[in-house]
């Protein structure tokens, strides 16, 4: 069990620069969830998939964020046009369907927005 | 809505001494109930949760927190703190059946042990 990764762990742009984070779940899971962190706060969800499809998400996500899990394993989040505003930890989570909704968590993303 | 109120931002504690995080939830019918803990720079760890059955509830590093519903809390407690268990501690719900299983947090406990 490698547990959740994401990929990269820091990421340093300027304003408008778009950025895309990578997550690769535990193997077996077919739910995967992202969520954003920031400083002194607790998680907020932003969205989440069932396989490949992306069955909800919050009114946080911007016209600015998407997310895909194109082949139900892996999940990328991409922001355009990245604002100072979307500094913050980004992330992302899987589990299995029907076990009581226990996720796991990956180390997430620091995004720093210059 | 749900959601979940945390109370204290900061708790401070001796080694040895029991620790106490507080966390009730507001929801129309009783959520899954977890505890998790983020170290710092780190994701988050699951340290135990309620879905059914026994409201005392054990998980790991000898933590346990106990659901009552009639006060719509489910603290969580250690007897003796270490070191090591200064850390952020998250109280989360997420709502029973076909919802999707989203985690709502409350805005976490920082834990700090003094020697």
């Known amino acids: 069990d490698t547990g959740v990764s994401q990929d990269p762990r820091h990421k340093i742009t300027k304003r408008g620069q778009n950025v895309t984070f990578r997550c690769d779940p535990i193997?077996?899971?077919?739910?995967l969830y992202w969520y954003r962190q920031t400083l002194g706060q607790g998680p907020e969800f932003l969205t989440y998939?069932?396989?490949?499809?992306?069955?909800?998400k919050s009114r946080l996500l911007s016209d600015r964020f998407s997310a895909e899990r194109p082949k139900g394993s892996f999940s990328t989040l991409e922001i355009q046009r990245t604002e100072q505003g979307d500094s913050a930890m980004y992330l992302c989570a899987s589990s299995l369907t029907g076990i009581y909704y226990e996720q796991y968590f990956g180390p997430g993303t620091r995004l720093t927005v210059t | 809505a749900q959601s979940v109120t945390q109370l204290g931002s900061h708790v401070s504690v001796s080694e040895g001494a029991l620790v106490l995080l507080r966390c009730n939830y507001s929801?129309?019918?009783?959520?899954?109930l977890f505890w998790y803990v983020q170290y710092p720079n780190q994701g988050l760890q699951l340290l135990l949760k309620?879905?059914?059955?026994?409201?005392l509830v054990k998980g790991i590093n000898g933590f346990e927190a106990e659901f009552k519903k009639s006060e719509t809390s489910f603290h969580l407690t250690k007897p003796s703190a270490h070191m090591s268990d200064a850390a952020e501690y998250f109280c989360?719900?997420?709502?029973?059946?076909?919802?999707?299983?989203?985690?709502?947090f409350g805005q976490g406990t920082e834990l700090s042990v003094k020697p």
């Open positions: 309620y879905t059914t059955g026994a409201t």
């Open positions: 193997s077996e899971h077919n739910r």
């Open positions: 929801s129309s019918v009783p959520p899954y």
């Open positions: 989360a719900v997420s709502l029973r059946g076909n919802q999707g299983g989203k985690l709502i």
């Open positions: 998939f069932q396989n490949e499809a992306q069955l909800e």
